[in-house]
């Protein structure tokens, strides 16, 4: 089994940072990728960065020149550095990992940006 526990949502005030952080444990020999996706009220989940293990990120548009994915294979951790958050930022923020097949989420952190 595999355990993420996340950390770092919070309530922010919009062009404010927030730092979102993932730590991954357990049975774990290798993860392909970690990441983020997000979550708003009434909408579908959707990804926000990833990056593999090969150094490879994929952000989504609305996040790129804002957001930074960074990541520590050593430690089996992932981080989100938000900066310039927008009210439509604003969601239920998932940590991901890809065990090469295997598929792990985390809890889920809220984000909120205030207008």
């Known amino acids: 089994q595999v355990q993420l526990v996340e950390s770092g949502g919070g309530l922010v005030q919009a062009g404010g940072s927030l730092r979102l952080s993932c730590a991954a444990s357990?049975?774990?020999?290798?993860?392909?990728?970690m990441g983020w996706y997000r979550q708003a009220p009434g909408k579908r989940r959707e990804l926000v960065a990833t990056?593999?293990?090969?150094?490879?990120?994929d952000y989504a548009d609305s996040v790129k020149g804002r957001f930074t994915i960074s990541r520590n294979n050593a430690k089996n951790t992932v981080s989100l550095q938000m900066n310039s958050l927008k009210p439509e930022d604003t969601g239920v923020y998932y940590c991901?990992?890809?065990?090469?097949?295997?598929?792990?989420w985390g809890q889920g952190t809220q984000v909120t940006v205030s207008s």
């Open positions: 357990g049975s774990i020999s290798s993860i392909h990728t």
């Open positions: 991901h990992v890809n065990l090469y097949g295997f598929i792990y």
């Open positions: 990056k593999t293990r090969g150094d490879n990120t």
